[in-house]
C-alpha cells in the first residue's frame, strides 16, 4: 500500500489514505532528507523485477516547455545509446514512468537499477543486491545532479 496525504478544500491536511498499489510488496513513503522514496516491504533477492512500467514518451518537440516544468525531474531520456547525461542538453525524446519507478531516490550507492525497454514503451527497475524488507529502493541517476544528494545513514551515523 502507498500513503499520500490528502487536503480539505482549505489545503489543510485531511489525514491519510491508503491506496493499494499493483505491487504489495512496495510503499510509498517519506525518506529522511529526500522527500518521498520507494521501499520494500519484503525481501527482495539479486535480480528480482521491483516493477515494469509503461513510460509516457514525450516527443522532442514537447521537451522545451517539459523542460521547464517540474516534470523535468522526473524524465528519462528515451533514445537508444544515449547516456541519461544527455538529458541536459534538450534533444532527444524523453520519457515518464507511469508506476513507482519515478519515485525512486539517487544513491551512490545503489541497490537497484533501471533498464530502458524503448520499442515496449517500459522502464524495468531490478534489484542489483539482496534487498531486506523496510529497506529503500536507491538508484544511481547517472547524471550530473541538480541536487546534493542527503547523507547516507552510515555517514549520519559518524
Excluded at 532528507?33 to 518537440?61: C, N, Q, Y
Excluded at 547516456?83 to 544513491?107: C, D, M, W
Aim: glycine fraction near 8%.
Amino acid at each position: 500500500m502507498v500513503l499520500f496525504y490528502m487536503h480539505d478544500a482549505d489545503g489543510a491536511e485531511a489525514g491519510h489514505q491508503l491506496v493499494p498499489l499493483r505491487w504489495p510488496y512496495l510503499a510509498v513513503c517519506d525518506s529522511p532528507g529526500k522527500g518521498r522514496g520507494v521501499f520494500t516491504t519484503r525481501d527482495l533477492p539479486k535480480g528480482a523485477l521491483i516493477e515494469r512500467a509503461p513510460v509516457l514518451i514525450v516527443p522532442e518537440h514537447h521537451r522545451p516547455l517539459a523542460d521547464k516544468t517540474m516534470l523535468f525531474g522526473y524524465l528519462f531520456l528515451w533514445e537508444h545509446n544515449r547516456p541519461q547525461e544527455e538529458l541536459y542538453k534538450g534533444t532527444g525524446r524523453a520519457a515518464i514512468a507511469l508506476g513507482v519507478t519515478s519515485l525512486v531516490n539517487h544513491s551512490d550507492r545503489p541497490n537497484a537499477r533501471l533498464r530502458s525497454r524503448i520499442e515496449a514503451q517500459e522502464i524495468e527497475l531490478r534489484a542489483t543486491r539482496d534487498i531486506d524488507a523496510g529497506e529503500e529502493i536507491l538508484i544511481d541517476y547517472d547524471m550530473t545532479l541538480g541536487f546534493r544528494p542527503a547523507a547516507r545513514e552510515s555517514d549520519r551515523a559518524a
